[in-house]
C-alpha cells in the first residue's frame, strides 16, 4: 500500500512526470524509506489514474506526462495518512539478525555490534548535516516536506548505534569475565 501513497504524497507537494518521481525515490526517499523504480512507478501511476486519483496535467515532447493530485487523491492520502497502521506481517532483517546475533562466537558477534555502531555513526553524522541545512525549514508544506523524516531517522539512528554500543560493552565485559 505504501508506494500509491508515496506516489500521492510526493504529486501533493507539486506535480511531476514519472521520471521526476523515478529520482526522487533514488534519493533519500529511496535510500531511507521506501524504494520503488520506474518499473513498478510507471504502472502504478496508471492505477491511480484510473482510480482518479491522479490526472495527467501536462503532456510533453515524446509522449512524455506530468501527473498532478487530484481531490481525491488527496483525500485518499489524508485518510492513510491519518489511519493507524494495521499489524502487517514483521520481516524486519535486522531484527532478525540480531535474534540470532547469539548463535555466532563472542568474537564475530562484536564485528557485527562494531559494524552495526559504526554505519549507523554515519547515518547520524549525514542526517545531521541534513537538518543542520535546513534548520530554518518549516516542518509543513513544500518547503519542509521530509524535514520530519530526516529528524526520525536521525533519532533512529542515534538509537541504534547507541545500542550497538551498550550491547558491545555487554559481550566484552562478559568475555573480559
Do not use: C
Not at 520481516?91 to 555502531?117: C, G, T
Not at 545500542?163 to 565485559?173: G, H, N, S
Request: proline share 5%; hydrophobic share 40%; glycine share 8%.
Amino acid at each position: 500500500m505504501s508506494l500509491p501513497h508515496a506516489l500521492l504524497g510526493l504529486l501533493s507537494v507539486h506535480p511531476r512526470s514519472g521520471y521526476e518521481l523515478t529520482k526522487a525515490f533514488e534519493r533519500d526517499l529511496g535510500r531511507y524509506a521506501w524504494q520503488a523504480g520506474h518499473t513498478s512507478i510507471y504502472p502504478e501511476l496508471n492505477r491511480l489514474a484510473e482510480a482518479g486519483l491522479v490526472e495527467v496535467a501536462h503532456e510533453g515532447a515524446r509522449g512524455a506526462r506530468t501527473y498532478a493530485v487530484t481531490p481525491a487523491g488527496r483525500e485518499e492520502l489524508r485518510t492513510w495518512l491519518l489511519t493507524p497502521p494495521k499489524q502487517a506481517k514483521v520481516r524486519n532483517e535486522q531484527v532478525l539478525r540480531m535474534f540470532l546475533l547469539s548463535a555466532l562466537e563472542p568474537a564475530d558477534a562484536l564485528v557485527v555490534l562494531r559494524r552495526i555502531a559504526e554505519s549507523t555513526d554515519q547515518g547520524v553524522t549525514e542526517l545531521r548535516k541534513v537538518r543542520e541545512e535546513h534548520a530554518a525549514a518549516p516542518m509543513t508544506g513544500a518547503e519542509g516536506f521530509g524535514q520530519l523524516a530526516a529528524e526520525f531517522g536521525l533519532r533512529q539512528y542515534e538509537a541504534v548505534r547507541d545500542w550497538a554500543v551498550w550491547a558491545i560493552e555487554r559481550l566484552e565485559r562478559e568475555q573480559g569475565a
